[in-house]
């Protein structure tokens, strides 16, 4: 079973920056540098939507158009970790942010093409 753990999650006032984390259990997953990773969030009442998502390499990234130019997705495949740098928060971007991990090193933009899934970190972000 594969462990993802997000972090940093929270309440800041529109304009604020927030950096997300997601830990992979090394000990569980193995392939963790060989898989695209994603982060998708979900604001109450509403799908679950894409947000980024990383190649296994970190050589290609992809943004949703809502959050291109303010939000960046990295990752540390030394610590298995991916990350979300959010900056320029504005209230729309409300929601439980998930991570997901892909065993493919080719990222997708649909929840279905995820395998693993991380239990969510709320953000909150206030006008």
């Known amino acids: 079973q594969v462990q993802l753990a997000e972090s940093g999650g929270g309440l800041v006032q529109a304009g604020g920056s927030l950096r997300l984390s997601c830990a992979a259990s090394?000990?569980?997953?193995?392939?963790?540098?060989?898989?695209?990773m994603g982060w998708f969030r979900q604001a109450p009442g509403k799908e679950r939507e894409f947000v980024a998502a990383i190649t296994w390499s970190g050589g290609s990234t992809s943004y949703a158009d809502s959050v291109k130019g303010r939000f960046t997705i990295s990752r540390d495949n030394g610590k298995n970790t991916v990350y979300l740098q959010m900056n320029s928060l504005k209230p729309e971007d409300t929601g439980v942010y998930y991570c997901?991990?892909?065993?493919?090193?080719?990222?997708?933009?649909?929840?279905?093409?995820?395998?693993?899934w991380g239990q969510g970190t709320q953000v909150t972000v206030s006008s």
């Open positions: 090394l000990r569980t997953f193995s392939t963790f540098s060989s898989s695209a």
């Open positions: 997901a991990a892909r065993l493919s090193p080719v990222y997708s933009t649909l929840p279905v093409n995820y395998n693993y």
